[in-house]
């Protein structure tokens, strides 16, 4: 019985953009299911378009719901077509309504996958969504492309969803040395483990951003001296998300009367709902100087990392991003504790003092000058054409025989 889950797009419109001539061509699934993981794939995307393979892309999660900024609309702007539309059933964010959900992505992930048929799924990253996919396409026999596997996220379940997706993988792309090393530690072969850098560094040399009066326009809102990014996502190895240190956060930006604070909603895990109300709480009672948008945009979102002073929360992109332009982040709390740091990312704890005291040093003169020769260790542009080819050309014939490498 079909999955009522799941919605299949027009074949013959596939056909028209792609090409009728397929037949022997590699078919390669892309699965995406948040903003975040599309903004790490678009150039992987855009690069996949120009090999000889037939690019399949599969939507899911967050990019189908209207609460999320239903963001599947963001991936057909960009001039690509989705082949096939996974609804995850998600009507909460409690840990029951997460489970059900994955079970619900896993049984139409499966049944999309059964349809399109491709020679090799890839997939981004540690979400629940993109854990069921994994689990689909590893019954199904479909090899598996995993980016962004060996990094740790201390303070989130999905950690663990990370690295099972790894031992459900046959080829890797690391994004850091360090992250290389504990993939081939969990027993995978070494020649199937490829650091390129990561992938979304690419948009800082290949994408075109906007103005600031164009974002201006955008939010409409005149900036004022300084520009703080704020992403805060539920920490779900706490009991309650760290929902109630959200306030912690929101008290020290108040003291920053100067400042235009743009905030992007949470992801869909565990208490997300409960922080994005506080924090459009805050944006509507200091509307002078505050925006909150549940999601920019990936090309939006880079554009503001452009010419923002200050990254403030528990997002990657604090961490990734961020420092390769050379944002300084103020990192809160444990999320993405064991992930690799650069001097321009200060850690701070649940304190508001404290977080005060951060903003008020990383937007100093003197620490920003610091920085300025800091290079980043998640690569110089140049993963996603490479990770491209290597899709596009990679022996499978005997991908799916693993043996665990032992060191």
Not at 75 to 99: C, H, L, N, W, Y
Not at 198 to 226: I, T, W
Not at 286 to 293: A, C
Not at 298 to 320: E, P, Q, R, T
Request: aromatic fraction near 6%; charge should be neutral.
């Amino acid at each position: 019985m079909s999955n009522p889950s799941v919605e299949k797009t027009d074949s013959a419109n596939r056909n028209s953009v792609q090409g009728t001539d397929n037949k022997n061509r590699r078919k390669i699934c892309v699965i995406t299911s948040t903003r975040a993981d599309y903004g790490h794939l678009f150039w992987i995307l855009k690069d996949l378009e120009k090999e000889s393979v037939e690019l399949q892309i599969l939507a899911t999660g967050t990019h189908l719901s209207d609460e999320f900024g239903n963001t599947q609309t963001e991936i057909t702007r960009d001039g690509f077509v989705i082949s096939e539309k996974v609804k995850s059933g998600m009507t909460s964010d409690q840990p029951i309504d997460i489970a059900k959900s994955l079970a619900t992505t896993t049984v139409g992930i499966a049944e999309s996958l059964q349809r399109l048929k491709p020679d090799m799924v890839v997939v981004l990253g540690d979400r629940f969504e993109i854990l069921g996919a994994a689990q689909a396409a590893h019954i199904l026999n479909i090899p598996i492309a995993h980016i962004h596997g060996g990094e740790t996220t201390e303070g989130a379940i999905d950690e663990a969803f990370r690295h099972s997706i790894t031992k459900m993988s046959q080829l890797h792309f690391v994004v850091s040395e360090p992250y290389r090393k504990r993939v081939i530690q969990l027993g995978e072969n070494p020649d199937h483990v490829l650091n390129f850098g990561a992938p979304s560094v690419d948009h800082l040399f290949r994408s075109e951003f906007l103005s600031k009066s164009e974002f201006e326009e955008k939010l409409g809102l005149k900036f004022k001296n300084q520009i703080f990014v704020v992403t805060f996502h539920p920490v779900t190895l706490s009991p309650d998300g760290d929902a109630s240190h959200v306030q912690s956060m929101l008290g020290a930006l108040a003291h920053f009367t100067d400042s235009t604070v743009v905030i992007t909603g949470t992801n869909s895990d565990t208490f997300g709902r409960s922080i994005n109300t506080e924090l459009s709480q805050f944006a509507d009672s200091h509307s002078d100087r505050v925006r909150f948008s549940v999601s920019l945009g990936h090309k939006a979102y880079l554009s503001l990392l452009k010419i923002a002073d200050l990254v403030i929360g528990n997002s990657s992109s604090g961490i990734i991003e961020a420092p390769s332009i050379g944002v300084p982040t103020i990192n809160i709390g444990p999320r993405q504790k064991g992930r690799l740091r650069t001097p321009s990312i200060l850690d701070v704890d649940y304190d508001s003092q404290k977080i005060k005291e951060a903003i008020e040093l990383a937007t100093s003169q003197k620490f920003r000058k610091s920085l300025e020769s800091t290079p980043s260790p998640y690569g110089n542009g140049g993963a996603s054409l490479k990770i491209a080819k290597t899709l596009a050309t990679v022996n499978l014939s005997n991908i799916m025989n693993k043996h665990f490498y032992d060191l």
